[in-house]
């Protein structure tokens, strides 16, 4: 069936380091692909998303690209800072029923 | 996009209780759903809920336990009954948003409430 799978992490970066969380991905088909935020005692807030195969999401300096060869929808982020501290999740959508698979989630530490 | 907002923000309960979780939308929207994210953990959904019809429950999720309500395109509720310990979580609504009329939409985004925590003591 379908799945997301995300690194664990947590990942603890120095201030404007670059970041990647990798997210790989099973599904039928070719859905649109999401990357959620948590920050800390919030609800999830979608970061950015791409809807077909070579589309790049990017939003607040974060970019992920779709690529259907690799089933791969990795974040990177050139620069962090510490507000980017925080919970990612890398999500995709179940054809059938709008529902959303969510990856596990990976804890973002920045350090000043 | 929506807004979504929830209550309480948060609430500390006897196990034993009941607490029944408010989610109000600025838009009128299809499908509701609501979430459980335990310490630490990523999202599990508890139900779809459509308005005019019974919440579909996921797989280890009941309606004795977490009752639904969806009286109408901007309102849902979620009731944690009979609380113990173990229910003590994040519960999260979120709504689905669609750039197009298809079912399934070809490209639909969730957005998500900001959570109620609940601790169960």
């Known amino acids: 069936g379908d799945s997301v799978t995300q690194m664990e992490g947590p990942v603890t970066l120095s201030e404007e380091a670059f970041l990647t969380i990798n997210c790989t991905y099973t599904a039928t088909g070719y859905p649109s692909l999401f990357w959620y935020v948590q920050y800390p005692g919030e609800g999830l807030q979608l970061l950015l998303k791409?809807?077909?195969?070579?589309d790049k999401g990017s939003n607040k300096g974060f970019e992920a690209t779709y690529r259907k060869e690799t089933t791969s929808f990795h974040l990177e982020k050139g620069s962090v800072q510490v507000s980017d501290s925080a919970v990612y999740f890398c999500?995709?959508?179940?054809?059938?029923?709008?529902?959303?698979?969510f990856g596990k989630g990976t804890r973002l530490h920045i350090l000043p | 996009s929506a807004v979504i907002s929830q209550k309480p923000s948060r609430d500390i309960c006897q196990r034993g209780t009941s607490l029944t979780i408010q989610c109000q939308v600025d838009?009128?929207?299809?499908?509701m759903f609501w979430y459980r994210q335990q310490p630490g953990q990523s999202l599990t959904l508890i139900a779809t809920?459509?308005?005019?019809?019974?919440?579909?429950?996921e797989s280890g999720f009941v309606i004795d336990k977490f009752p639904i309500s969806r009286p109408n395109l901007t309102f849902s509720t979620l009731t944690v009954s009979n609380m113990s310990p173990e229910d003590s979580s994040i519960y999260l609504c979120s709504v689905l948003w669609t750039s197009g009329n298809h079912f399934p939409s070809q490209n639909p985004e969730q957005y998500f409430g900001p959570g109620t925590r609940l601790t169960v003591t």
């Open positions: 999500a995709l959508p179940m054809n059938r029923d709008d529902k959303i698979i």
């Open positions: 791409a809807t077909k195969a070579d």
């Open positions: 838009s009128q929207v299809t499908m």
């Open positions: 809920a459509n308005q005019g019809s019974e919440a579909t429950y």
